[in-house]
């Protein structure tokens, strides 16, 4: 079983930073896909970015250039750098992971950013 434990969430002004951290258990973690997805009040559950177990970023584009997705392997973690956020961006964000042994969620983490 594993198990997605995130962190780093918060209130942050508009432009402001904040970063998203992603701790997973168990051993797939190395060659799993692993993803940011957001759900704002009354949206859709959106991808925001992801990153191949090679390292390989893809951004959603309303992201790109403000967001950036990292993973540690000795770690077990995935983080998600948010710079110049917007009040946009306000939502929970949740990590994915993604292998051939199945999908998993974390709980989420509210972002709210004031304007």
């Known amino acids: 079983q594993v198990q997605l434990v995130e962190s780093g969430g918060g209130l942050v002004q508009a432009g402001g930073s904040l970063r998203l951290s992603c701790a997973a258990s168990g051993s797939i973690f190395r060659i799993a896909v692993m993803g940011w997805y957001r759900q704002a009040p009354g949206k859709p559950h959106e991808s925001v970015a992801d990153?191949?177990?090679?390292?390989?970023?893809s951004y959603a584009d309303s992201v790109k250039g403000r967001f950036t997705i990292s993973r540690d392997g000795a770690k077990n973690t995935v983080y998600l750098q948010m710079n110049g956020l917007k009040p946009e961006d306000t939502a929970v964000y949740s990590c994915?992971?993604?292998?051939?042994?199945?999908?998993?969620w974390g709980r989420g983490t509210q972002v709210t950013v004031s304007s």
């Open positions: 990153i191949t177990s090679g390292g390989r970023p």
């Open positions: 994915n992971l993604r292998s051939a042994y199945g999908e998993y």
